[in-house]
């Protein structure tokens, strides 16, 4: 599961990557909110926008990446592959800045369906 998480702990977009394989249902959503915490301590202590794991669940891990408008990129997953997590990061980045900066874009309507389409392709790229 992946989850970007705007200011005041708005979730502005969800979705499921299979990066988990065991089902655990509604516990992602439970696991990821009470990583917020850390993630915020992590990230006034790092000068790293790739936070890499901050929280573990039993087998279940929570990465995460934070970019400078404190707007916080999180994964669950239960494999370790620090360099495509953060490859893949970059990439939903770089694909997030792009969807922002567009002049037609509206926050309340969400993203579009090109910016899920290619975050779904990075997360085949870089993690399944």
Do not use: C, W
């Not at 037609?104 to 399944?128: E, W, Y």
């Amino acid at each position: 599961m992946f989850l970007i998480i705007g200011k005041n702990d708005v979730p502005l977009y969800e979705a499921n990557l299979g990066t988990v394989r065991k089902e655990i249902g509604h516990l992602n959503q439970f696991i990821i909110h009470a990583a917020l915490d850390i993630v915020d301590e992590e990230a006034a202590n790092s000068p790293n926008m790739y936070l890499k794991t901050v929280d573990k669940f039993n087998e279940i891990y929570v990465s995460a990446y934070v970019t400078a408008g404190n707007i916080r990129l999180m994964l669950v997953h239960d494999s370790r592959n620090e360099d495509g997590i953060r490859n893949f990061f970059i990439e939903v980045h770089e694909n997030l800045i792009k969807a922002l900066m567009n002049p037609m874009f509206d926050l309340i309507r969400g993203f579009s369906q090109p910016f899920d389409t290619r975050v779904k392709n990075a997360a085949k790229r870089f993690l399944i």
